[in-house]
């Protein structure tokens, strides 16, 4: 089962900020917040990973809190194309023979409007 | 384009047949991933495979279900004697360590 509570939908209007919330109350310590997104009839599409700082790459921002039990993924500037099915996901690190498949819950889906 | 490719996109058969989907991961991958996804869920693992070996196997995959990944590079999953709820979008994953890159997926619909 997925270790992870996530709303199931959110709206945001375009051009501004999108924060997703993700709960993890369990998460072990060698576990990984991973984000992935899912446009309609497309195959998942990885944003970002963390495993107790935060994170930015050119996509999203990553936010843990400090203890680890919850997470806000930020789209700072939603677009239409932003709209989809978005995952919160804790996983093993891959190292030490971990293989490190994915359990996906049912995520929240972000609606952005114009 | 050098992403995860699966073949065919789209696959109706009849209830009772076989199918075979195709995934060619991203070169030099050495982990491989099938998943499941019906329609408002969110996908299920169906399998694992590291290099040629297949690793684990989840409890979704029944018996009329095979998957294999010769020589360690493209893997097929086989569905025998189709029923209708084996439709479904199947998914299939490349990873060489942290993150996995998802293709396309193979749609089946089972009539």
């Known amino acids: 089962d997925a270790k992870t509570t996530q709303p199931p939908s959110m709206d945001c209007a375009e051009g501004r900020a999108a924060n997703l919330p993700c709960n993890h109350s369990?998460?072990?310590?060698?576990?990984?917040v991973y984000w992935y997104r899912q446009i309609h009839s497309q195959g998942p599409q990885y944003i970002i990973h963390?495993?107790?700082n935060n994170e930015t790459n050119e996509m999203a921002s990553l936010i843990i809190t400090e203890d680890r039990k919850s997470s806000t993924l930020i789209l700072p500037h939603a677009t239409l194309r932003d709209t989809a099915v978005y995952y919160c996901?804790?996983?093993?690190?891959?190292?030490?023979?971990?293989?490190?498949?994915?359990?996906f819950g049912k995520g929240t889906k972000l609606s952005v409007k114009p | 384009d050098t992403g995860v490719s699966q073949d065919p996109r789209h696959k109706i058969t009849k209830r009772g047949q076989n199918v075979t989907f195709r995934c060619d991961p991203i070169?030099?991958?050495?982990?491989l991933y099938w998943y499941r996804q019906t329609l408002g869920q969110g996908p299920e693992f169906l399998t694992y495979?590291?290099?040629?070996?297949?690793?684990?196997k989840s409890r979704l995959l029944s018996d009329r279900f095979s998957a294999e990944r010769p020589k360690g590079s493209f893997s097929t999953l086989e569905i025998q004697r189709t029923e209708q709820g084996d439709s479904a979008m199947y998914l299939c994953?490349?990873?060489?360590?942290?993150?996995?890159?998802f293709g396309q997926g193979t749609r089946l619909t089972v009539v």
């Open positions: 994953a490349s990873s060489p360590n942290t993150e996995a890159f």
């Open positions: 369990t998460i072990s310590g060698n576990e990984y």
């Open positions: 963390g495993l107790k």
């Open positions: 996901i804790v996983r093993v690190g891959l190292y030490g023979g971990s293989q490190g498949n994915l359990i």
């Open positions: 070169s030099e991958h050495n982990r």
């Open positions: 495979f590291q290099n040629e070996a297949q690793l684990e």
